[in-house]
């Protein structure tokens, strides 16, 4: 059962505060501080491996920050416990690129 979490209308729906995602060999973010408010649309543009996947990835509560935090709806991403609350409050839809020749 998921609680009820009164979410403030001046606090950004999805945040991310000094967030990195790195393993060994790879650091696609590094530092990420953006806010999306309420209502808000925002594109994530860059080169391939620029950490656009791996910010919304964060934000779905599939990946965990190795460094900074994530916010989401008022919840602060810090578990596995968060991550339902969460999800119940943010809607992601992945799509693929699709080429047909003509």
Avoid at 34 to 50: F, K, M, R, T, Y
Avoid at 52 to 81: D, E, F, H, N, S
């Amino acid at each position: 059962m998921l609680a009820k979490v009164a979410v403030c209308p001046s606090r950004p729906r999805c945040a991310f505060a000094g967030c990195a995602r790195s393993t060994a060999t790879w650091s696609p973010l590094d530092g990420l501080d953006l806010e999306v408010a309420a209502g808000e649309c925002v594109a994530l543009i860059g080169h391939n491996g620029s950490g656009k996947t791996t910010a919304v990835r964060l934000a779905a509560g599939q990946l965990r920050p190795t460094a900074g935090t994530v916010m989401v709806a008022g919840i602060t991403l810090t578990g596995a416990a968060d991550v339902p609350e969460a999800r119940a409050r943010l809607a992601f839809v992945r799509t693929r690129r699709c080429c047909t020749a003509t």
